[in-house]
């Protein structure tokens, strides 16, 4: 079975500043997607970014990017200018090829942005 | 325009009684879940349907049954009620049931049981 490990329950960034979100998985596959979603107060869960792990380039969305290492098992959120917008809690998710329509989802960052 | 919503966003009820949630997504979406976050925001997939067939359970008890009436609908029936199941309910659904697909969340259904 497939696990996603965040090793930050909490982080803090000062507006304007970078911060990056770890994320590891462990996983035999050799074909599956990783995602990172964000869970603002509001509640509402929303895609921040998708990476294919048979692509070697990381993926970015304006200012949000991943730093995928795949030997490492590893896909962490790097988030530039943070703005309080950003405040939230970050979710790493795993699905694989093979039983899609299952996502095994970390534990989750709490990230706060100080003005 | 809401794309995925839920109904009743709050829901009170005593130890033993039975209550369903109810979703809906208007996204012409192919397959759809429900998520249980508890109070420590771990986020853990229960179902997942596929033009109305169920392709995931996830070691959820029997009191729970996801129904899905047509493509656009699943709704979760919860009988007999316990504290456990105290937590909020997110309902998703994507394009289809490839791993590339993103998943689109309702805003949640906060469930107390006292």
């Known amino acids: 079975a497939q696990t996603v490990t965040q090793s930050q329950p909490e982080m803090s960034v000062q507006e304007a500043e970078t911060v990056t979100l770890s994320c590891t998985y462990d996983?035999?596959?050799?074909?599956?997607?990783l995602f990172w979603y964000k869970q603002p107060p509001s509640r509402q869960m929303i895609l921040v970014i998708r990476?294919?792990?048979?692509?070697?380039q990381n993926a970015t969305e304006n200012r949000f990017s991943v730093n995928f290492q795949k030997a490492a098992k590893s896909f962490s959120l790097k988030i530039s200018d943070s703005q309080l917008g950003d405040a939230a809690m970050y979710f790493c998710?795993?699905?694989?090829?093979?039983?899609?329509?299952?996502?095994?989802f970390g534990d989750g960052t709490t990230l706060t942005v100080k003005p | 325009d809401t794309a995925v919503s839920q109904t009743p966003k709050y829901l009170v009820t005593q130890m033993g009684n039975d209550k369903s949630i109810k979703c809906e997504q208007n996204?012409?979406?192919?397959?759809m879940y429900w998520y249980k976050q508890d109070s420590k925001k771990f986020l853990k997939i229960m179902f997942s349907?596929?033009?109305?067939?169920?392709?995931i359970n996830e070691t959820v008890p029997n009191r729970f049954s996801p129904k899905s009436p047509d493509k656009a609908h699943l709704n979760l029936h919860i009988n007999s009620l316990e504290l456990g199941d105290s937590a909020v309910y997110f309902c998703?659904?994507?394009?289809?049931?490839?791993?590339?697909?993103?998943?689109?969340f309702g805003p949640g259904t906060r469930l107390l049981v006292l």
């Open positions: 998710a795993y699905v694989s090829y093979t039983n899609a329509g299952k996502s095994t």
């Open positions: 990476q294919e792990a048979y692509k070697q």
């Open positions: 998703a659904s994507s394009q289809d049931r490839e791993a590339e697909e993103t998943q689109y």
């Open positions: 996983t035999s596959e050799s074909d599956y997607y």
């Open positions: 996204l012409g979406h192919d397959t």
């Open positions: 349907y596929n033009n109305k067939e169920l392709i």
